[in-house]
């Protein structure tokens, strides 16, 4: 069967993606956007609706210590290494219902496809369910992809969920995963019995949608280091004070950030890889008022790159800079806990083939380098070949307003499907 005739096969299965996306939508509206909780009942029922679907194509479905969701099709060497298809469910508060799982309903349309053909793989086909890739609630990155990869450190372990206080570890158990074996570094996914990752996503910022694509063949994701409960520590002080006087830990911060963005500004200017992201930035509720002098201020940092040289180089700007700030004003950084992700390396060989089927079957596309991260840099940086794609999706990502087209799905999702069709032993 030729590429089109794959992609034609999914394009023409419409009906079970509206029914996947209806039925994760029903189980997370929250009545503005959808919510599903890393480790909460409602990125379990969606683990559900995946599952039941997978139930009904006649796939195995198991779950791992991390409770992450695997459904397989039986391929003919069921001894081979396999072919890993999948994205994370959860989603940030009041998000959109595409983001991270468009890829694991693509992973079952594919598989579907290749049933409805008559055609049995070389290998088996997992399609994964993942559990707690959005940071935003553990403040760690890849929880699900990095417990299967069994590099999930243990202190992650003890990281409490933002919104109830309790720990990883014990939501893990709640949702009926191991997390004894997590913690003892197990791992179940590895580059002796998996062949390959891939994933699907929507595209997070506005590049596809600009150009009038539908599809995106990533070329890279980025790494990052992060420091999730950064501060700085000045001294209150009246309103009346001099300015020479002053240790004010607001404008010692406002200053950093103004100099990341100078830096990103530079480095965009000269074609390199880098964002910085403040999502957090506040005083104590406790103690600043309209007339003081604020004495510490709170912020995130989040700092990310495709090159993982010019991280290096980006993590010793910061604390150059902020001791250079902080000699000057009076005041301490402190950084706190950090997390970093290495950069995912797409496999050249699986970008090559993707790009060849697209352009076999019509689909116009270009290659993009991912601004955000994705679990295939987790499978990337534990050595496993990985490939990605990213579909066309209006008003960003993050928010209710998600506006991936259906159709532009299907294409890229006929890509999968004609990739996995061409499998050799």
């Not at 103004?258 to 403040?278: F, H, K, N, Y």
């Not at 991280?311 to 010793?316: C, I, R, T, Y």
């Not at 998600?402 to 069709?421: K, R, Y």
Request: a negative charge; aromatic letters at 6%; one cysteine or more.
């Amino acid at each position: 069967m030729n590429p089109t005739d794959l992609v034609r096969a999914v394009q023409a299965n419409r009906a079970g993606a509206d029914e996947m996306f209806a039925g994760l939508k029903a189980c997370s509206f929250d009545g503005i956007g959808i919510t599903r909780a890393s480790y909460s009942e409602e990125e379990s029922r969606a683990h559900k609706v995946m599952a039941d679907y997978a139930g009904r194509l006649g796939l195995e479905v198991t779950t791992d210590p991390a409770a992450n969701t695997c459904m397989t099709l039986p391929g003919r060497d069921r001894r081979a290494p396999r072919i890993v298809i999948g994205s994370h469910l959860d989603s940030v508060k009041q998000g959109g219902n595409f983001d991270g799982a468009a890829g694991v309903v693509a992973g079952l349309l594919a598989v579907e496809a290749l049933q409805r053909a008559g055609i049995t793989p070389p290998c088996d086909i997992a399609v994964l369910g993942i559990r707690a890739e959005e940071s935003a609630w553990f403040n760690v990155s890849y929880i699900g992809s990095r417990a299967a990869l069994g590099v999930l450190s243990v202190e992650a372990m003890a990281t409490q969920r933002v919104d109830t206080g309790r720990s990883l570890s014990r939501h893990i158990a709640a949702a009926g995963g191991d997390p004894a074996r997590i913690a003892a570094g197990d791992a179940w996914m590895t580059t002796e019995n998996v062949r390959a990752f891939l994933e699907l996503h929507i595209e997070q910022g506005p590049i596809l949608d600009r150009e009038g694509l539908a599809v995106g063949i990533v070329t890279g994701i980025p790494g990052n280091f992060r420091h999730p409960e950064a501060r700085v520590i000045g001294e209150y002080g009246h309103v009346g004070l001099l300015r020479g006087y002053r240790h004010d830990a607001m404008l010692a911060a406002a200053e950093l950030a103004v100099a990341l963005d100078a830096t990103w500004q530079e480095w965009e200017r000269q074609g390199r890889s880098m964002a910085v992201t403040i999502g957090q930035f506040f005083t104590d509720p406790e103690l600043h008022a309209l007339t003081k002098v604020p004495g510490e201020l709170r912020f995130s940092l989040d700092i990310r790159s495709c090159d993982p040289a010019a991280l290096k180089e980006l993590e010793a700007l910061l604390h150059a800079k902020a001791q250079e700030i902080a000699a000057r004003r009076g005041v301490r950084f402190e950084f706190g806990r950090r997390t970093s992700a290495a950069p995912g390396v797409i496999d050249p060989g699986i970008r090559g083939d993707f790009e060849r089927i697209a352009n076999a079957a019509g689909i116009v596309h270009r290659r993009l380098e991912s601004p955000a991260s994705h679990d295939a840099a987790a499978f990337a940086a534990a050595g496993i070949p990985t490939g990605m794609l990213f579909v066309r999706n209006a008003n960003g990502s993050h928010n209710p307003a998600e506006a991936m087209e259906i159709d532009d799905f299907l294409m890229a999702t006929g890509i999968l499907a004609a990739w996995l069709a061409e499998m050799q032993p």
